[in-house]
């Protein structure tokens, strides 16, 4: 048959991985596909905000399937970081913000309402719901929603985005989670409106009932002038957050992953 390759052994198969590449910004390699969530992949963003841990290589970010955004604001949806994937795979996004990519060159946005799914390779992407709102929203991208996403495959995967404590976190661990990507701050010295603090986000952990939790959104970007001002910026919210884990849902295994380190997870069940 013209134009096949007899004998040759098929690709190997990605391993059942999340990778913490920093902030919001998380590899998940599950049944053979890679998905990107909220890529920021700049040494400063905002114009004032800084990197503290090296840019990953490109085998940590490169060639996703797919690629999920959980809603507009600018440390979750970097323009200029997204670049890299114009022109390649679909890239999720809240329902009322495709048309926002699509005039900026993007045409393969895929609209995700909460409740409804999208199938990327083996692996089912459903989007839910997240309670978050506040500033630093892009101009022309206020109509975009706030969401997390539910990947259904090998492994069952949550990625919160970015939220505040909601009693939906229970309607969500119904699903059987085996990994929950939780945020446990920002990049400031204080948190407003819409966000988990590390006790929240263990408080989340006791209606999400994963198997294990990831913490994210911690420890990877603040501003220039914080290591003087807040030495405990970088380290410190994850540190309560494992504490408080410990205490209140001691069943759930705390993997705290620095920006750059992944976990391989065991699967538990059969898609």
Same mark, same amino acid.
């Given at each position: ?26 590899? $998940? +390699?599950?049944?053979?596909?890679? &998905? ?9 963003? =905002?114009?004032? %905000? !800084? /990197? ?8 940590? $970010? +490169?060639?996703?399937?797919?690629? &999920? ?9 970097? =323009?200029?970081? %997204? !670049? /890299? ?15 926002? &990519? ?9 609209? =995700? ?159």
């Amino acid at each position: 048959m013209p134009g096949r390759s007899e004998g040759l052994a098929p690709p190997p198969a990605r391993a059942e991985t999340v990778t913490y590449v920093g902030h919001s910004t998380v590899t $998940v +390699d599950t049944d053979g596909v890679r &998905l990107l969530t909220d890529p920021v992949l700049r040494r400063g963003v =905002l114009g004032f %905000l !800084r /990197r503290r841990h090296p840019l990953p290589d490109g085998s940590a $970010v +490169d060639s996703p399937d797919a690629v &999920l955004i959980s809603h507009f604001h600018h440390d979750h949806l970097d =323009l200029r970081s %997204l !670049r /890299r994937f114009r022109g390649g795979p679909p890239i999720v996004v809240p329902e009322g913000g495709g048309t926002y &990519l699509e005039r900026r060159g993007y045409d393969n946005v895929i609209e =995700l309402p909460v409740g409804e799914s999208t199938k990327v390779g083996g692996a089912e992407i459903t989007a839910v719901s997240a309670l978050h709102g506040g500033g630093l929203a892009r101009p022309g991208g206020g109509d975009a929603e706030f969401i997390g996403y539910v990947i259904d495959g090998r492994v069952k995967t949550y990625f919160a985005g970015d939220t505040d404590f909601f009693d939906g976190f229970e309607e969500i661990g119904d699903r059987g989670l085996d990994v929950a990507l939780i945020p446990v701050w920002g990049w400031g010295a204080k948190l407003g409106s819409g966000h988990l603090d590390p006790e929240g986000a263990a408080r989340a952990l006791q209606l999400l009932r994963p198997r294990i939790a990831v913490p994210i959104h911690w420890g990877t970007y603040s501003p220039y002038f914080s290591k003087q001002l807040w030495p405990w910026l970088l380290r410190g919210p994850v540190e309560r957050f494992a504490k408080s884990a410990a205490e209140l849902a001691p069943e759930v295994d705390v993997r705290v992953l620095e920006p750059g380190e992944s976990l391989d997870v065991e699967v538990s069940h059969a898609a």
